[in-house]
Nanobody, 125 residues
Framework: QAQLVESGGGLVQAGGSLRLSCAAS????????MGWFRQAPGKEREFVAAITWNGGRTTYADSAKGRFTISRDNAKKTVYLQMNSLKPEDTAVYYC??????????????????WGQGTQVTVSS
């Protein structure tokens, strides 16, 4: 079983950057695909980015392409989400998630087995 802890959220002005981190515990972390999702107030949770167990494949939501980068350091059991050119509409609670099906960067939350508690990102205009 994996436990996930996000960090790195905060308040930033539009156009700024943040890097989110998600630290995982568990011996089988390296086999997990990892994803980032977000949920804004009054909205459904949505996919942001995902990465396979070995970092070989990534996928992004259209809203994240060209601005966000997902990466992972398996030695540190950590996955990152570098967010640049932030917009007010990026304001949300960001969650990381782990999928036991590590070979594909799934965009559907249904494929993820473990979730973190979330970190708040607020982008001011």
């Amino acid at each position: 079983q994996a436990q996930l802890v996000e960090s790195g959220g905060g308040l930033v002005q539009a156009g700024g950057s943040l890097r989110l981190s998600c630290a995982a515990s568990g011996r089988t972390y390296m086999s997990y695909a990892m994803g980032w999702f977000r949920q804004a107030p009054g909205k459904e949770r949505e996919f942001v980015a995902a990465i396979t167990w070995n970092g070989g494949r990534t996928t992004y939501a259209d809203s994240a392409k060209g601005r966000f980068t997902i990466s992972r350091d398996n030695a540190k059991k950590t996955v990152y989400l570098q967010m640049n050119s932030l917009k007010p509409e990026d304001t949300a609670v960001y969650y990381c998630a782990a999928s036991l099906q590590g070979a594909a960067p799934y965009s559907s939350a249904n494929y993820y087995d473990y979730w973190g508690q979330g970190t708040q990102v607020t982008v001011s205009s």
